[in-house]
C-alpha cells in the first residue's frame, strides 16, 4: 500500500511540471467556490445523514446509536411504510411508460411540417415552466367532481363523474394524468433526438417501399432509444421522488379527515418523499427520515442500474 | 339629457339611500363604526316626485338589509397599554418574538403588531421585534440546538417543544408572583392546555373553541327551527337529514353536517365529546381504544351511514370551489367551527342569515369543544429570559388578552374579563362559544401528538368509516402504534 502510494506521489511529481502545477493551483481556486458548496452543502449532509440514519435523533437531544433499528422499524413495523412504497410505486409503473408514450408522440407530431410549428412548440412547452405549485392548484380545480373541466368532459361524453381526488383509486390516475400535461421539456430532448436522424434513412426507407408506420417503428423509434433511455432514468428518479403534487392535491382536493388529509383519502397520495417529509418535518424522528432517504436512494440506485444494464438489449446508438 | 351627466340617476338615488340608511342606522342606536358616507357634493339635480319615490324604495330595501342581516356590529375602538419596566436596561436590549402562525383567518398580525408597539413605546429600551409566520418547527427546533434561539414564540400546541426540553419552564417565574395567571382565574382547560406533568411552560394568548353554526334559511325551508338548533347529536342528525338535499344524479347538493369538516373531527373531537380522555398521563399511555372513544367512531359510522356512505360525503367535500366558504355559500346547513367564523360572515357572507348554537354532544356527553389558539412560550436558552417574562406578563395579561380577543373574536383565557366585556354580549353568535368556554378541554397531551394522531388515530378512524375495520379494531390498533412511538421517545 505504502508502496503504491509512494509511486503514485513519484509519479505525480514526475509527470506534473511546474507550470502543471500552477494552473493546477489556480484552476482549484476558480472552481472553489462550487468544490466550498459542495463540501458543505452536498457532501456534508450526505455523509451526517448517513450518520443520522442509525441513531435515534430529534434535533434537540443528542443522536443515540441505534444501528440498523430504523431501516429494522420501516421495513418491519411500519405501518404506513408499505403504503408509501406502493404509493410510489405504483406512480412510477404509470407516470414514467405513459410520459414516455406521449412526450414521444407528441414530438413526432410536432416535427411535422405544419403552419404555425412553431406555436404548436411553444404551446406544448409553457406547461413546463409553470411552477409545480401553480399548476397543482389548476390542476385541483380542473379535477372538481361537481365543476371540473375533466368531468363536464367526461359527462358531455355520456360517461360517469369521477371523484378524482375523494376517491382513493382515483387519486393516483389523477396526479398520472396531471404529470402527462408537463411533459414539454422532454418534447423538447425527442424533438432534438428526430432532427439528429439522418434524412438519408428515410429516403432508403422509402425506395425500398417502407410505409409511415413501418419508418417510425425501424427507423425512428430505434433511433430515439438513446433519449428514451435518458428520459427513463431521469423519469424514474423524479417519479421516486414525487412531493409537491401530492402534497398541494393531498392537502386541497384530499379527504376530510384533518392531519390525515394531507396524504389524500385514505393516504393515497403518501408518496415516500411525503412520508420522510412528515417523518423529519412533522415528528422530528430525524434518523429515522435519513434512514428513509438512504433507502430511497439505494431503490433509485438499483432501479436505474437495472435500466442501465438493460439498456445494452435495447438503446441504439446507430452507429454514428 | 343633452349635458355631461355628471351623476347617473342610479348613483344619485344609491348616495341618497345610503347617506338616509346611515342616518337610520345611527338613529337605531348601534354601535356601528362611523360610517363616510358619500358627501353629497352631487351637482344640484331636481328630485321629481318619482325619484322621491325610488328613494324611498332604495331606502327601505337597505334599511331591511341592514336590519334583517346578522347583527354584528364592528368592535368598539380600544386602545392598549403597556407598562414601563423600571429600571430600563442600560445598554437597550432587543427581543426577538416569533410566531408560528402566518396568515389565517383568526390570526390577526396588525393587532399583535398594535400590542407590540404599545410595548415599545413604554419600553425604549426593550425593543420587541415582532415577526409573523418565522415559528416553523424546524426553524425553531435549529434555532434552539444551536444556542440561538428567539426570547418568545408564539405556538400551536407546544407538546413537540416541551417533551424535547425545547422550552424553558415557567415554572420559576409563577412561583415569584406578580402576575394574573393562577389556576383560580384561568378557564379549569386553558390551564389544563399549559401544564405538562405538573409543569407550566407556556401561556395561552386568547383562545377559541369550536361551536355549531346553523343556515336558519335551509333550517325554515325544511322545517326545524333555527331558533331551536339542536341539543344533542340524536337532535343533529334527525336535522341534517330534514334539511339535507340531494340532486338529481344523487350527489349531495346541500350537506346537512359533516362531523369532519373544518375543525370537527381534527384531534379527536368525538372521542372527547363521548367523553374519551384519550391519554392516561399518569401511567404515559394512549388511550384510544377506550370504550367511550369505540362508541363516538361507531356513531360517526352508522351516521354516515344514514346520509348515505361515507364516500358520498367525500365527495360533496370535492365539489365545493376552493377559497370559497362552504357555509358562506350555503352548501352546508350546519357547520362546527370557531367564533373566526363570525367574522368571515360579516366580512363575506353577509346575506347568509345564520344562528350559532354550542358545540353538539352526545346526549349526557362532555358538554363543550376543544380549545384552540396560540401558546406563548420562552425557548430553551433565551439570552433574555426574564425581560421576555416580563413582556409575556404583558402579552398574555389581562389587558391584552381583552384587546385582542375584542377586536379579533376571541376570547381571553380569563372568565372574569370575558364576563365584563360588553361587546361580547352585544354580539349575540358569541354567546353559545362563550358558555361553552368553562367546559372546553386541551387537545389530548399526548407527547407525539402529531405522530399519534397522523399515523394512528386518523388512518384508523378512516378505516373504520371505509368499512375496512369495526371501530373497536380500529381504535386498538391506533392505540397501539401510537404507543409504540410514545414509548420509544420517553425512553430517552
Given at each position: 500500500?505504502?508502496?503504491?502510494?509512494?509511486?503514485?506521489?513519484?509519479?505525480?511529481?514526475?509527470?506534473?511540471?511546474?507550470?502543471?502545477?500552477?494552473?493546477?493551483?489556480w484552476g482549484?481556486?476558480?472552481?472553489?467556490?462550487?468544490?466550498?458548496?459542495?463540501?458543505?452543502?452536498?457532501?456534508?449532509?450526505?455523509?451526517?445523514?448517513?450518520?443520522?440514519?442509525?441513531?435515534?435523533?430529534?434535533?434537540?437531544?443528542?443522536?443515540?446509536?441505534?444501528?440498523?433499528?430504523?431501516?429494522?422499524?420501516?421495513?418491519?413495523q411500519?405501518?404506513?411504510?408499505?403504503?408509501?412504497?406502493?404509493?410510489?410505486?405504483?406512480?412510477?409503473?404509470?407516470?414514467?411508460?405513459?410520459?414516455?408514450?406521449?412526450?414521444?408522440?407528441?414530438?413526432?407530431?410536432?416535427?411535422?411540417?405544419?403552419?404555425?410549428?412553431?406555436?404548436?412548440?411553444?404551446?406544448?412547452f409553457?406547461?413546463?415552466?409553470?411552477?409545480?405549485?401553480?399548476?397543482?392548484?389548476?390542476w385541483?380545480?380542473?379535477?372538481?367532481?361537481?365543476?371540473?373541466?375533466?368531468?363536464?368532459?367526461?359527462?358531455?361524453?355520456?360517461?360517469?363523474?369521477?371523484?378524482?381526488?375523494?376517491?382513493?383509486?382515483?387519486?393516483?390516475?389523477?396526479?398520472?394524468?396531471?404529470?402527462?400535461?408537463?411533459?414539454?421539456?422532454?418534447?423538447?430532448?425527442?424533438?432534438?433526438g428526430?432532427?439528429?436522424?439522418?434524412?438519408?434513412?428515410?429516403?432508403?426507407?422509402?425506395?425500398?417501399?417502407?410505409?409511415?408506420?413501418?419508418?417510425?417503428?425501424?427507423?425512428?423509434?430505434?433511433?430515439?432509444?438513446?433519449?428514451?433511455?435518458?428520459?427513463?432514468?431521469?423519469?424514474?428518479?423524479?417519479?421516486?421522488?414525487?412531493?409537491?403534487?401530492?402534497?398541494?392535491?393531498?392537502?386541497?382536493?384530499?379527504g376530510?379527515?384533518?392531519?390525515?388529509?394531507?396524504?389524500?383519502?385514505?393516504?393515497?397520495?403518501?408518496?415516500?418523499?411525503?412520508?420522510?417529509?412528515?417523518?423529519?418535518?412533522?415528528?422530528?424522528?430525524?434518523?429515522?427520515?435519513s434512514?428513509?432517504?438512504?433507502?430511497?436512494?439505494?431503490?433509485?440506485?438499483?432501479?436505474?442500474?437495472?435500466?442501465?444494464?438493460?439498456?445494452?438489449?435495447?438503446?441504439?446508438?446507430?452507429g454514428? | 339629457?343633452?349635458?355631461?351627466?355628471?351623476?347617473?340617476?342610479?348613483?344619485?338615488?344609491?348616495?341618497?339611500?345610503?347617506?338616509?340608511?346611515?342616518?337610520?342606522?345611527?338613529?337605531?342606536?348601534?354601535?356601528?363604526?362611523?360610517?363616510?358616507?358619500?358627501?353629497?357634493?352631487?351637482?344640484?339635480?331636481?328630485?321629481?316626485?318619482?325619484?322621491?319615490?325610488?328613494?324611498?324604495?332604495?331606502?327601505?330595501?337597505?334599511?331591511?338589509?341592514?336590519?334583517?342581516?346578522?347583527?354584528?356590529p364592528?368592535?368598539?375602538a380600544?386602545?392598549?397599554?403597556?407598562?414601563?419596566?423600571?429600571?430600563?436596561?442600560?445598554?437597550?436590549?432587543?427581543?426577538?418574538?416569533?410566531?408560528?402562525?402566518?396568515?389565517?383567518?383568526?390570526?390577526?398580525?396588525?393587532?399583535?403588531?398594535?400590542?407590540?408597539?404599545?410595548?415599545?413605546?413604554?419600553?425604549?429600551?426593550?425593543?420587541?421585534?415582532?415577526?409573523?409566520?418565522?415559528?416553523?418547527?424546524?426553524?425553531?427546533?435549529t434555532?434552539?440546538?444551536?444556542?440561538?434561539?428567539?426570547?418568545?414564540?408564539?405556538?400551536?400546541?407546544?407538546?413537540?417543544?416541551?417533551?424535547?426540553?425545547?422550552?424553558?419552564?415557567?415554572?420559576?417565574?409563577?412561583?415569584?408572583g406578580?402576575?394574573?395567571?393562577?389556576?383560580?382565574?384561568?378557564?379549569?382547560?386553558?390551564?389544563?392546555?399549559?401544564?405538562?406533568?405538573?409543569?407550566?411552560?407556556?401561556?395561552?394568548?386568547?383562545?377559541?373553541?369550536?361551536?355549531?353554526?346553523?343556515?336558519?334559511?335551509?333550517?325554515?325551508?325544511?322545517?326545524?327551527?333555527?331558533?331551536?338548533?339542536?341539543?344533542?347529536?340524536?337532535?343533529?342528525?334527525?336535522y341534517?337529514?330534514?334539511?339535507?338535499?340531494?340532486?338529481?344524479?344523487?350527489?349531495?347538493?346541500?350537506?346537512?353536517?359533516?362531523?369532519?369538516?373544518?375543525?370537527?373531527?381534527?384531534?379527536?373531537?368525538?372521542?372527547?365529546?363521548?367523553?374519551?380522555?384519550?391519554?392516561?398521563?399518569?401511567?404515559?399511555?394512549?388511550?384510544?381504544?377506550?370504550?367511550?372513544?369505540?362508541?363516538?367512531?361507531?356513531w360517526q359510522?352508522?351516521?354516515?351511514?344514514?346520509?348515505?356512505?361515507?364516500?358520498?360525503?367525500?365527495?360533496?367535500?370535492?365539489?365545493?370551489?376552493?377559497?370559497?366558504?362552504?357555509?358562506?355559500?350555503?352548501?352546508?346547513?350546519?357547520?362546527?367551527?370557531?367564533?373566526?367564523?363570525?367574522?368571515?360572515?360579516?366580512d363575506?357572507?353577509?346575506?347568509?342569515?345564520?344562528?350559532?348554537?354550542?358545540?353538539?354532544?352526545?346526549?349526557?356527553?362532555?358538554?363543550?369543544?376543544?380549545?384552540?389558539?396560540?401558546?406563548?412560550?420562552?425557548?430553551?436558552?433565551?439570552?433574555?429570559?426574564?425581560?421576555?417574562?416580563?413582556?409575556?406578563?404583558?402579552?398574555c395579561?389581562?389587558?391584552?388578552?381583552?384587546?385582542?380577543?375584542?377586536?379579533?373574536?376571541?376570547?381571553?383565557?380569563?372568565?372574569?374579563?370575558?364576563?365584563?366585556?360588553?361587546?361580547?354580549?352585544?354580539?349575540?353568535?358569541?354567546?353559545?362559544?362563550?358558555?361553552?368556554?368553562?367546559?372546553?378541554?386541551?387537545?389530548?397531551?399526548?407527547?407525539?401528538?402529531?405522530?399519534?394522531?397522523?399515523?394512528?388515530?386518523?388512518?384508523?378512524?378512516?378505516?373504520?368509516?371505509?368499512?375496512?375495520?369495526?371501530?373497536?379494531?380500529?381504535?386498538?390498533?391506533?392505540?397501539?402504534?401510537?404507543?409504540?412511538?410514545?414509548?420509544?421517545?420517553?425512553?430517552?
Amino acid at each position: 500500500m505504502a508502496a503504491t502510494t509512494s509511486m503514485i506521489s513519484a509519479r505525480g511529481k514526475r509527470g506534473l511540471s511546474r507550470a502543471q502545477r500552477h494552473k493546477l493551483t489556480w484552476g482549484l481556486i476558480f472552481i472553489s467556490p462550487w468544490l466550498v458548496g459542495f463540501v458543505l452543502l452536498t457532501l456534508y449532509p450526505m455523509v451526517a445523514s448517513l450518520y443520522y440514519s442509525f441513531t435515534d435523533y430529534d434535533v434537540l437531544r443528542p443522536p443515540e446509536w441505534v444501528g440498523l433499528e430504523n431501516y429494522a422499524t420501516f421495513l418491519t413495523q411500519d405501518n404506513l411504510a408499505l403504503t408509501a412504497i406502493y404509493n410510489t410505486l405504483f406512480y412510477a409503473a404509470f407516470a414514467v411508460p405513459l410520459g414516455i408514450l406521449v412526450s414521444v408522440a407528441l414530438a413526432l407530431l410536432l416535427n411535422a411540417r405544419v403552419k404555425g410549428l412553431a406555436v404548436f412548440r411553444g404551446v406544448f412547452f409553457v406547461p413546463s415552466i409553470v411552477p409545480v405549485v401553480a399548476a397543482s392548484v389548476l390542476w385541483v380545480w380542473l379535477f372538481s367532481t361537481r365543476s371540473g373541466l375533466i368531468n363536464l368532459g367526461l359527462q358531455a361524453l355520456g360517461l360517469p363523474k369521477v371523484a378524482w381526488l375523494s376517491d382513493p383509486d382515483w387519486t393516483k390516475p389523477a396526479l398520472i394524468i396531471m404529470s402527462l400535461w408537463s411533459v414539454g421539456g422532454s418534447v423538447v430532448i425527442y424533438l432534438a433526438g428526430l432532427q439528429d436522424i439522418p434524412q438519408s434513412l428515410y429516403e432508403a426507407a422509402m425506395i425500398d417501399g417502407a410505409n409511415i408506420w413501418q419508418q417510425i417503428t425501424k427507423i425512428t423509434i430505434p433511433l430515439l432509444t438513446p433519449q428514451i433511455f435518458f428520459q427513463l432514468v431521469l423519469g424514474l428518479i423524479g417519479a421516486f421522488q414525487v412531493f409537491v403534487q401530492a402534497f398541494i392535491l393531498g392537502s386541497i382536493g384530499g379527504g376530510a379527515l384533518g392531519m390525515g388529509s394531507e396524504a389524500g383519502p385514505a393516504n393515497s397520495l403518501l408518496f415516500y418523499s411525503l412520508y420522510l417529509y412528515f417523518n423529519a418535518f412533522r415528528f422530528f424522528r430525524m434518523g429515522y427520515a435519513s434512514a428513509m432517504a438512504w433507502m430511497l436512494f439505494l431503490i433509485t440506485l438499483v432501479s436505474t442500474l437495472v435500466v442501465l444494464r438493460s439498456s445494452r438489449r435495447w438503446v441504439h446508438y446507430g452507429g454514428l | 339629457m343633452s349635458s355631461k351627466p355628471v351623476v347617473t340617476r342610479r348613483t344619485l338615488l344609491r348616495t341618497i339611500a345610503f347617506s338616509a340608511a346611515s342616518g337610520v342606522l345611527a338613529a337605531c342606536g348601534q354601535a356601528a363604526a362611523p360610517i363616510n358616507a358619500p358627501a353629497a357634493t352631487a351637482a344640484p339635480v331636481e328630485v321629481t316626485k318619482e325619484v322621491t319615490k325610488e328613494v324611498a324604495v332604495e331606502v327601505t330595501k337597505m334599511v331591511e338589509v341592514v336590519v334583517t342581516a346578522t347583527p354584528a356590529p364592528k368592535p368598539p375602538a380600544m386602545e392598549v397599554k403597556a407598562p414601563t419596566i423600571d429600571p430600563q436596561p442600560d445598554p437597550a436590549v432587543d427581543l426577538a418574538f416569533w410566531d408560528w402562525y402566518g396568515r389565517l383567518v383568526w390570526n390577526k398580525q396588525d393587532l399583535k403588531q398594535v400590542q407590540v408597539d404599545a410595548w415599545n413605546t413604554a419600553n425604549p429600551n426593550i425593543r420587541v421585534s415582532y415577526l409573523p409566520n418565522a415559528g416553523a418547527k424546524e426553524k425553531v427546533l435549529t434555532a434552539v440546538a444551536s444556542g440561538n434561539p428567539p426570547d418568545l414564540l408564539l405556538t400551536d400546541p407546544p407538546a413537540d417543544y416541551v417533551f424535547r426540553g425545547a422550552l424553558e419552564s415557567l415554572q420559576p417565574f409563577l412561583e415569584k408572583g406578580g402576575h394574573p395567571f393562577t389556576m383560580d382565574a384561568i378557564y379549569p382547560g386553558v390551564w389544563k392546555a399549559m401544564e405538562y406533568e405538573g409543569q407550566v411552560y407556556g401561556v395561552h394568548k386568547v383562545v377559541n373553541n369550536g361551536g355549531l353554526y346553523i343556515n336558519a334559511d335551509l333550517f325554515q325551508q325544511a322545517g326545524p327551527d333555527p331558533e331551536k338548533p339542536p341539543t344533542n347529536l340524536t337532535e343533529l342528525e334527525e336535522y341534517a337529514l330534514k334539511v339535507q338535499q340531494t340532486g338529481s344524479d344523487g350527489s349531495i347538493e346541500i350537506l346537512g353536517f359533516s362531523p369532519w369538516m373544518n375543525i370537527a373531527g381534527i384531534w379527536g373531537t368525538w372521542a372527547e365529546a363521548f367523553g374519551a380522555q384519550m391519554w392516561d398521563a399518569q401511567n404515559r399511555k394512549v388511550t384510544f381504544d377506550e370504550a367511550a372513544s369505540v362508541k363516538a367512531l361507531q356513531w360517526q359510522v352508522d351516521y354516515a351511514q344514514k346520509l348515505g356512505g361515507y364516500e358520498k360525503i367525500l365527495q360533496f367535500n370535492d365539489t365545493l370551489q376552493g377559497g370559497v366558504d362552504p357555509f358562506g355559500s350555503g352548501r352546508v346547513a350546519m357547520y362546527y367551527t370557531g367564533p373566526w367564523q363570525i367574522g368571515i360572515m360579516q366580512d363575506t357572507y353577509p346575506d347568509i342569515n345564520y344562528r350559532t348554537a354550542r358545540a353538539p354532544v352526545p346526549e349526557g356527553g362532555r358538554p363543550g369543544s376543544w380549545l384552540g389558539g396560540g401558546w406563548m412560550v420562552i425557548p430553551k436558552g433565551a439570552k433574555h429570559r426574564d425581560l421576555a417574562w416580563e413582556f409575556l406578563k404583558f402579552y398574555c395579561g389581562k389587558e391584552a388578552q381583552d384587546y385582542e380577543g375584542t377586536q379579533g373574536i376571541g376570547f381571553s383565557i380569563f372568565p372574569a374579563e370575558n364576563d365584563k366585556n360588553a361587546w361580547f354580549k352585544s354580539v349575540k353568535p358569541l354567546q353559545p362559544f362563550i358558555e361553552d368556554l368553562p367546559n372546553s378541554w386541551p387537545i389530548p397531551l399526548i407527547p407525539t401528538v402529531s405522530h399519534a394522531f397522523f399515523t394512528a388515530f386518523n388512518p384508523m378512524v378512516d378505516e373504520a368509516l371505509r368499512g375496512k375495520r369495526t371501530p373497536d379494531d380500529a381504535m386498538k390498533e391506533a392505540s397501539r402504534l401510537a404507543q409504540v412511538e410514545v414509548d420509544r421517545f420517553l425512553k430517552k
